[in-house]
């Protein structure tokens, strides 16, 4: 079911989604009900309201810019995003990319207008055609999201939360969060606090210190996503330990650091902030790394993914579907790949199968984004032409030389772009013309004639990426899939990827039938083969590589 695009509505659609209940569409739409004056996910548990007195909007601005305020019971603001800001790239989705990483809190309603190439005018004019409200009502509702997240989950003090939120003033903040939620701040930590599970937890109490529950769209391939974070961890920067991916990332107001752990139905993210403004956009950050906003039911349709009893059903960790052995997994890690994005996932169990007329893959996979555009760029010029694990040590000794050192259980940043355009030379060991391709392409980000950021187009983020020296397209097309979360490249020039389709029979020059989702058959084809390698015995690792 399409029940919504970002510029209309279906009615019998998204009321049909409402009446059933169907948590798919949980942040693709919301639901204004006139006589109550609310507005509520599509999940919602309440008696569904009658047809005439509903609207849908395309977002929770639109339905706070009219006048309603949010349901207490189902909380429709803490529904995942919606995967539509990734699959439309035109001008209002890529807005929306930016309003989400903290744009218009840093540099208000011109920065973002600046970033896109447009006039504040148009920009205002598109954003209220398309979804319902302008730039400053959709950051609006942003803030507000912030706020009931460290009222709910911390002590701070109302005053420290109302500027950390992005509010100019506590009056405002204070008038923002009854209208949006029709209950005092004070009243809504009280609430929390009562409705703990635990009657013992409380908040935590050192300003800069929380953990969320990050909601996702099921079914969610953990083992997938788990084997990624684990076979990239790159040492200093980076941990994977007890089943939970540590790491350190720069922030807009200074740095974080993000402890995740896969749980049945969400994401726990511990996250230690060292500015509290910089809550929503590393919210936003993890969510994009972890392709939380995908809508899988719909790729999974597309795709013919289905569990191994036919149905499409959840891929959680510890079953048997699901089996990991690690030590195989540590054997597709040392051979020589062709690329630093390839890692495998389940292996044996699970493997990607031929019915009598489709090829059938397991549900729920991911495409993995990134925390950082110009990280994301020199890691993978970092890992061109040889194996995830010496991508991981040559990584892991820049860090060790150029990184920046903060508290926590992981020491460093990885270094900015101009230390690296600076130094990267006296610490980046290989092929000398690689080590100039790197260093190059930290000149060109420092000097801010390399854009890495979401609110790009995918066209021209990918001449300008050719354009540097030593990437080629299957760097430009890697980094593009990542940064922009960009669901239909199709990496087809990668081995792995190859060998993967030609074990499944699958045509590479023949695949409309499966867009607009290739980017998630690149990572169906990575797993096939990568499965299919971890499990055959064990061969002395190849040093020829295939260049970009």
Not at 363 to 371: A, D
Request: net charge positive; proline share 6%; glycine share 8%.
């Amino acid at each position: 079911m399409d029940c919504v695009t970002i510029t209309a509505l279906n009615f019998e659609q998204c009321y049909r989604a409402v009446s059933t209940r169907d948590s798919r569409f949980d942040g693709q739409f919301f639901t204004a009900v006139r006589t109550t004056g609310i507005y509520c996910r599509p999940s919602c548990p309440a008696i569904t309201p009658k047809r005439a007195n509903v609207s849908f909007l395309p977002t929770a601005a639109a339905a706070q810019h009219a006048g309603y305020r949010a349901c207490r019971r189902c909380l429709p603001d803490a529904a995942p995003g919606s995967p539509l800001w990734n699959t439309r790239a035109d001008l209002a989705a890529r807005a929306m990319r930016l309003i989400g990483d903290g744009v218009i809190e840093r540099g208000g309603v011109p920065a973002l207008a600046a970033t896109l190439g447009y006039s504040q005018r148009q920009l205002t004019r598109v954003l209220t055609t398309e979804l319902g409200a302008g730039p400053l009502a959709l950051a609006r509702a942003h803030r507000a999201h912030t706020a009931r997240l460290l009222i709910q989950t911390t002590a701070m003090p109302m005053s420290d939360i109302a500027f950390a939120a992005g509010f100019a003033s506590i009056r405002q903040f204070n008038d923002t969060v009854r209208e949006v939620f029709a209950v005092s701040p004070t009243t809504m930590r009280t609430e929390a606090q009562r409705a703990r599970k635990d009657p013992a937890q409380t908040a935590p109490t050192v300003n800069g210190t929380l953990s969320l529950r990050l909601p996702f769209r099921e079914p969610l391939d953990h083992a997938w996503l788990e084997w990624f974070l684990s076979s990239h961890v790159a040492p200093g920067m980076e941990l994977w330990e007890d089943h939970t991916y540590t790491r350190n990332l720069r922030t807009p107001h200074g740095h974080a650091t993000a402890r995740l752990s896969f749980r049945g139905d969400h994401v726990r993210a511990e996250l230690a902030l060292h500015d509290m403004r910089d809550l929503a956009p590393t919210v936003a950050r993890v969510r994009h790394l972890l392709d939380l906003d995908a809508d899988p039911v719909g790729i999974d349709e597309v795709l013919g993914a289905t569990a191994l009893d036919g149905s499409a059903t959840s891929a959680r960790r510890g079953s048997a579907a699901d089996a990991f052995d690690i030590e195989d997994a540590r054997r597709v890690r040392t051979a020589t790949l062709p690329d630093v994005g390839s890692a495998p996932a389940t292996v044996g169990a699970g493997m990607p199968h031929t019915g009598a007329d489709r090829v059938v893959f397991t549900p729920g996979i991911r495409v993995l984004g990134c925390l950082d555009g110009p990280e994301l760029l020199l890691r993978t010029m970092i890992g061109q032409q040889i194996s995830v694990s010496a991508a991981a040590t040559h990584t892991a000794r820049l860090v060790e030389a150029l990184g920046e050192t903060v508290e926590g259980p992981v020491p460093r940043l990885f270094p900015t772009p101009d230390v690296i355009a600076e130094r990267g030379a006296e610490v980046l060991t290989g092929p000398a013309r690689r080590i100039r391709s790197i260093v190059g392409a930290a000149a060109a980000l420092a000097a801010g004639d390399l854009q890495l950021h979401a609110g790009r187009t995918a066209p021209d983020l990918r001449r300008d990426l050719l354009a540097l020296d030593g990437v080629g397209p299957w760097t430009a097309d890697y980094v593009t899939m990542r940064l922009l979360a960009d669901p239909d490249i199709l990496l087809d020039t990668d081995l792995v990827v190859r060998q993967g389709a030609d074990l499944l029979g699958i045509d590479l020059s023949d695949t409309a039938r499966w867009a607009p989702w290739r980017s998630y058959l690149s990572m169906h084809l990575w797993k096939t083969a990568l499965s299919r390698r971890a499990a055959a015995p064990k061969r002395p690792a190849r040093s020829a590589r295939k260049t970009d």
